[in-house]
């Protein structure tokens, strides 16, 4: 087979593999590019030597079997037996579900994870949304310090596992998409400097110097991660993918990285004839990410729209910390502004950031689908000191309500695992880091940032300690018993009720009619013949619906409204959809 690296700062390059050793040759017409042709099958290792330098995996390595810093393995794609032709769908009316491999079971692997696929299928879920993949150290982390974009954690099972899994997916009529991250690479195992300017000094990042998009040799490494980013695509039939933080991806080109992006997955959905996107994280609160090309955006198909988040936080939990102060002013008002246009900061002033912040949706350009609405997330239960759940911090009324407001708004909802149960589990910041030195540093930094936050270190747990991260697997026992099952019943009805009730799935975010009182602490909205009735207060309200009520679709807790009435008496920390006539 052909061996090729892109390294245009060497004067000589060795390709080892299986032992042996072979010159390689720079590409005729390649600037950068070096060449050799060895015998190799599926699972050969090998890597590559830049001058007198040791040898260095593949940074276009598909497999990393002994870890980030050992040799790359060969795959080969085409051994894998695909069971099902089918693909899952696009994003308009879909139901995503977030899931950390490492513990959503307590095997922490691929095919354990697989195995309960059909409890997603059964619940309505529609993709399944996995967090980072890549070769990481250790065994157990959160992905985000991941290296080799092109490889699959090996201790989750290695590529050959994530076939099954999205074959699995599949064929239950589950999408998959993957969380990427473009912005920068995991600090152990990133050798990716060494082979060329991967990065560059002229930006910095939380992580450090930025990718290199825009300064010299920046073509080849936008061609470097848009071809991890089809790779996926292409290769594990992936059907879309979250894009990390990509307002990191500083890039100063007339071309955005983003667009040539999203240009090139657009392209790969029409040769191989199925659907394909791309979700952003981003907290610009920028339209341009999810408006088409053609109208002058950046052509993405999503986005994470945390003002969905924190104004249901705010709103259920009363906590004001943070940049939740700008949505506990007014929460009625918070949670009436992202139902009907999406963003709440659009030009608006954010006290926390001491400035104006966002630009408005154009709602006529931009449906409702394009802004995916999760009351949970990784980030926001894992980056809390004690990574508490929601369920922690409300009652069970109020993660009803809570869920309610999302999937029945006009956003794509995204539930993060177990919240359909109100798991008690926390899920915490956990790494696996084999360097001594690393691992003190991420330990005392992130006790040091909550110190700031009146926590003490004994309060904060050790992300290097194993129990952290068993502390974080979901514990399935409690889906049958209490208050859990009857949770897990309440999201089957909602999600159900969604795929029934198109007037559910309608995107016009400008069609959204909202009525709400501050001071009563509820608010309701139409969504065609469909009424909503959220009261977060601790004593009974009556909401007004203007129209009368023909029934209950579906309650927390019980309700019995007057015939003929416009009004209905909502439970205190309950919520109610209704059917009009």
Same mark, same amino acid.
């Not at 689908?369 to 508490?388: F, K, S, Y």
């Given at each position: 087979m052909q061996f090729e690296v892109w390294a245009p700062q060497a004067e000589r390059v060795t390709l080892h593999c299986e032992g042996a050793t072979r010159a390689m040759e720079r590409a005729p017409g390649a600037d950068g590019w070096w060449s050799a042709a060895a015998d190799a099958a599926d699972g050969a290792r090998y890597g590559f030597a830049l001058d007198d330098g040791p040898v260095l995996p593949d940074p276009r390595s598909r497999r990393q079997p002994d870890g980030p810093d050992g040799l790359s393995a060969v795959v080969d794609h085409d051994r894998y037996p695909w069971r099902t032709d089918r693909a899952g769908g696009g994003l308009p009316g879909a139901v995503l579900y977030e899931l950390h491999v490492g513990t959503y079971t307590r095997e922490g692997t691929l095919d354990a994870a697989a195995a309960h696929l059909g409890e997603l299928a059964g619940l309505g879920v529609t993709h399944v949304e996995l967090m980072p993949l890549c070769p990481m150290p250790g065994r157990h982390g959160w992905g985000y310090d991941g290296v080799a974009p092109w490889a699959v954690h090996e201790p989750y099972g290695g590529p050959e596992a994530?076939?099954?899994?999205?074959?699995?997916? +599949?064929?239950?009529? *589950?999408?998959?998409? *993957?969380?990427?991250v473009h912005n920068h690479l995991g600090p152990s195992g990133n050798h990716l400097a060494a082979f060329g300017p991967y990065f560059t000094d002229t930006v910095r990042t939380p992580w450090g110097d930025a990718v290199n998009l825009d300064t010299a040799g920046s073509d080849e490494v936008r061609a470097y991660f848009v071809g991890s980013a089809l790779a996926w695509l292409r290769d594990y039939r992936i059907d879309g993918l979250r894009l990390d933080a990509v307002h990191e991806l500083h890039d100063r080109r007339a071309l955005h990285f983003l667009e040539e992006l999203s240009t090139a997955v657009d392209a790969l959905g029409e040769e191989l004839g199925r659907p394909l996107f791309l979700i952003a994280e981003s907290d610009l609160a920028d339209p341009r990410l999810v408006t088409p090309r053609a109208e002058g955006g950046l052509g993405l198909h999503? %986005?994470?729209?945390?003002d969905v988040h924190h104004a249901v936080h705010a709103a259920v939990t009363g906590e004001r910390q943070g940049y939740y102060a700008d949505f506990a002013r007014a929460p009625m008002a918070a949670l009436a502004k992202t139902l009907t246009h999406g963003y709440f900061h659009d030009g608006t002033y954010s006290a926390f950031r001491g400035r104006h912040h966002g630009r408005p949706l154009d709602r006529s350009r931009v449906?409702? +689908? /394009? *802004?995916?609405?999760? $009351? %949970? $997330? +990784?980030? %926001?239960?894992?980056? /809390?000191?004690?990574?508490? /759940? *929601? =369920? !922690?911090l409300a009652s069970p009324g109020l993660l009803a309500c809570a869920a309610a407001l999302v999937l029945t708004g006009p956003g794509t909802p995204m539930l993060f695992m177990g919240e359909e149960w109100a798991a008690g589990t926390p899920w915490q910041y956990f790494t696996d880091h084999t360097d001594p030195g690393l691992a003190e540093a991420v330990r005392t930094g992130r006790r040091r940032e909550f110190a700031a936050h009146g926590w003490s270190e004994e309060e904060v747990p050790d992300p290097q300690d194993p129990a952290t991260r068993e502390r974080s697997c979901l514990d399935? $026992?409690?889906?049958? =018993?209490?208050? +859990? !099952? /009857?949770?897990?019943a309440w999201y089957g009805r909602l999600i159900a009720l969604r795929r029934e009730r198109a007037d559910l799935r309608d995107p016009d975010l400008?069609? #959204?009619? #909202? !009525?709400l009182d501050e001071a009563g602490r509820w608010i309701a909205y139409r969504r065609g013949d469909v009424r909503v009735a959220v009261n977060l207060s601790p004593v009974p309200v009556t909401v007004p619906l203007g129209r009368p009520v023909a029934r209950i679709l579906a309650s927390w807790e019980p309700v019995s409204p007057a015939v003929g009435s416009g009004g209905l008496m909502v439970p205190p920390e309950s919520c109610v959809i209704a059917d009009a006539p």
């Open positions: 994530l076939k099954r899994f999205v074959d699995t997916a +599949h064929g239950l009529g *589950l999408g998959v998409v *993957l969380d990427v999503a %986005q994470w729209n945390d449906p409702g +689908h /394009r *802004l995916v609405a999760a $009351t %949970q $997330t +990784h980030d %926001q239960i894992g980056n /809390r000191a004690r990574g508490e /759940r *929601l =369920s !922690a399935r $026992t409690e889906r049958d =018993s209490g208050e +859990h !099952a /009857r949770m897990l400008a069609a #959204v009619r #909202v !009525a």
